[in-house]
C-alpha cells in the first residue's frame, strides 16, 4: 500500500513515527505492508518532527494527488481551499482519502462525501473530532442499535488547556495560548480555537454522525472562551461547577440543536475534571443511556492513532459511511437558538446601594424566571457589588431579554455577563 501525504507537520510526522513505532502490530492488523511513499511540504529544507528517508518531499501536493502509484492519500495539510481542490482530485482519481480537517469536512463535507461516493472511494475523517479518541466510529459502530438523544464534549484539546492553567495555576490567557502554539495543538489560526470555530467545526460532524442528517456547520451557534475571566472562575467554583467549553448537540421533540459555548457544569460531572490538552465526549443513547469517550484531544501521535485506524478500516475492507444514508435537511429541522431551554449563570457589577438586589430579582420574576442561587462579593473599593446569579431552566429569549432589562438599571457598571449552566443529564 503506498500512501501519499499532504503536509508533514504535527500531525502528518506524527503519523509517519507511529507507523514506523508500530509496523510490525500495523502488518499483523492489516496483512499489508503501509509505506509512506510519498509527502507534500511548504518548505522542503524545513526540520521535521519523523524521519524522511525513503519518502519523496515535493512542494507540488498535485503531483501527490495525481500519481498513479499512490493508493491512499492523507490530507494532513489544513485549509479548505487548496486542501479541497486536492481531496477532489484525489477522490477523482479514485483514491482513498483520510483527513484531519475538520474545516473541510464540516464545511464541504456534504459534496465530497458524494463525490467519493460516485468515484467508489472512501472519504475518512476520524482525526478531525476529539484528535485521538475513536468517536465516530462508536458512534456509528458502537451505538447503532441506539436512537442519539445527546452529544456534549469537550473537543478542543487548545481551549480546555488554556482553561485549566487558568484555573489551576492563575496563569495569564496569552501565556498559556502561546504555550499551546509550541506544543502543536493549536490551528494554524489560533483565533479558530479560542472562539470556538474550531469545536463548532466537530460538533457539525459529530452531530452529523449521531443523527445522521447532513453536515449543517452554519446552524452551530458558537461562542468562544475569550471572555471568561478569573472571576467567573472563581464563582463557579463557589457555586460548585467547573468552567468547561463544551460542544452540545442534542435531538428533542424532533429538533436539533447545536451549540458550542462555555459552561458551568456540577463538579462532580466526570466532564468537570477532563482537564488540560484532554478531550472528553458525553453520548446519550434511547437503549444504553450514558457513555463517555475520553483521551488526548491533539497532538502529533493522538492525532495520528486516529489516522491510521481510517487506514487500517480503508486496507482491511471493513467499511463504512454511506452519505444516501444520511436524512435531507427537511427531514431534520433545527430548533431556533431563542426557544433553546437552559439553566444560566448571570454575573453583574452593580453600585452598592439599597435596593439593587430587590430590583434585579423584579426584573427576573416579570421574565418568570426563578433565581436558584446568588453570591454577593464584599463590595470592592470603588463600592461596587459583584454578584453572581444561578436561574432555573428558560428560554434563552427570556433570559436575553431580562439581561437586556438589568443591563439598563443605573447601578450596572459593566456588560452582563451571561454563560449556559448544564447538569448533563
Ligand atoms: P501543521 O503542523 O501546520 O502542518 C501542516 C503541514 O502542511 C506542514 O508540513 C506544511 O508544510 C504543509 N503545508 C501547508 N500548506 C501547504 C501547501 N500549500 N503545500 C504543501 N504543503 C503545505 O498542521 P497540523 O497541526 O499538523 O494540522 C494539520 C491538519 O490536521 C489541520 O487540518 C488540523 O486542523 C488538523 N488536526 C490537527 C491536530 C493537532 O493536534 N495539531 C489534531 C487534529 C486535527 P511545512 O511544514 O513545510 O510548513
Ligand atoms: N486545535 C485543535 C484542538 C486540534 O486544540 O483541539 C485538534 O483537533
Given amino acids: ?19 514506523a513505532k508500530n509496523q510490525a502490530e500495523i502488518m499483523r492488523r492489516t496483512g499489508a505492508q503501509i509505506q509512506v511513499t510519498h509527502a507534500a511540504v511548504r518548505d522542503i529544507n524545513q526540520s521535521r518532527i519523523c524521519p524522511t528517508k525513503g519518502i519523496q518531499l515535493t512542494q507540488s501536493p498535485l503531483d501527490i494527488v495525481n500519481n498513479n ?3 491512499i492519500v492523507l490530507e494532513l495539510m489544513g485549509g479548505t481551499t487548496l486542501a479541497k481542490e486536492l481531496v477532489e482530485t484525489a477522490l477523482k482519481n479514485g483514491k482513498h482519502v483520510i483527513t484531519a480537517n475538520k474545516a473541510l469536512i464540516a464545511t464541504h463535507g456534504n459534496e465530497l462525501l458524494a463525490l467519493a461516493k460516485d468515484h467508489n472511494a472512501h472519504l475518512l475523517f476520524e482525526a478531525a473530532v476529539a484528535g485521538g479518541i475513536p468517536i465516530l466510529k462508536a458512534l456509528e459502530q458502537g451505538m447503532s442499535a441506539n436512537q442519539i438523544e445527546m452529544v456534549a464534549g469537550i473537543i478542543n484539546g487548545t481551549g480546555n488547556f488554556i482553561l485549566t492553567e487558568m484555573r489551576d495555576k492563575g496563569r495569564d490567557f496569552a501565556d498559556v495560548l502561546k504555550e499551546a502554539q509550541e506544543l502543536g495543538y493549536a ?13 463548532a467545526h466537530k460538533l457539525a460532524i459529530l452531530s452529523a ?13 458558537t461562542q468562544g472562551i475569550s471572555q471568561i475571566s478569573g472571576e467567573d472562575v472563581a464563582f463557579a467554583t463557589e457555586l460548585g461547577y ?37 478531550n472528553a465526549v458525553l453520548v446519550k443513547g434511547n437503549a444504553v443511556g450514558p457513555t463517555l469517550y475520553y483521551g488526548a484531544g491533539a497532538g502529533d501521535e493522538a492525532t495520528a492513532s486516529a489516522v491510521i ?19 435531507s435537511l427537511e427531514a431534520t429541522p433545527y430548533q431556533n437558538q431563542d426557544d433553546i431551554e437552559s439553566i444560566f449563570y448571570l454575573r453583574l457589577l452593580a453600585t ?22 446568588v453570591i454577593q462579593k464584599q463590595i470592592d473599593a470603588q463600592d461596587n457589588a459583584h454578584i453572581a446569579i444561578i436561574t432555573n431552566q428558560v428560554k434563552t429569549k427570556d433570559i436575553n431579554a431580562a439581561a437586556a432589562a438589568i443591563q439598563q438599571h443605573d447601578s450596572i457598571q459593566e456588560e452582563v455577563k451571561i454563560i449556559h449552566v448544564e447538569t448533563l443529564d
Avoid at 490551528?187 to 469545536?199: L, R, W
Avoid at 481510517?310 to 471493513?318: E, F, P
Avoid at 427576573?364 to 436558584?372: G, L, M, Q, Y
Fill in 309 to 327: 485506524a481510517d487506514l487500517v478500516d480503508i486496507i482491511k475492507g471493513s467499511l463504512s459511511r454511506d452519505v444516501l444514508g444520511w436524512q
Fill in 187 to 199: 490551528e494554524a489560526d489560533p483565533t479558530f480555537d479560542v472562539e470556538g470555530i474550531d469545536a
Fill in 209 to 221: 454522525i449521531a443523527f445522521g442528517c447532513e453536515l449543517q456547520f452554519d446552524k452551530v451557534s
Fill in 352 to 373: 452598592d446601594k439599597p435596593g439593587v438586589l430587590a430590583d434585579i430579582t423584579a426584573i427576573f420574576a416579570n421574565h418568570h424566571i426563578s433565581v436558584e442561587a
Fill in 242 to 278: 467547573s468552567i468547561k467549553h463544551l460542544g452540545i448537540a442534542k435531538k428533542l421533540n424532533g429538533k436539533i440543536q447545536m451549540r458550542v459555548h462555555p459552561t458551568l457544569i456540577p463538579k462532580t460531572r466526570l466532564l468537570a475534571n477532563v482537564d488540560g490538552v484532554m
Fill in 1 to 19: 500500500m503506498n500512501i501519499g501525504i499532504l503536509g508533514l507537520g504535527t500531525v502528518g510526522g506524527g503519523v509517519v513515527n507511529v507507523l
Fill in 69 to 71: 502509484s499512490i493508493d
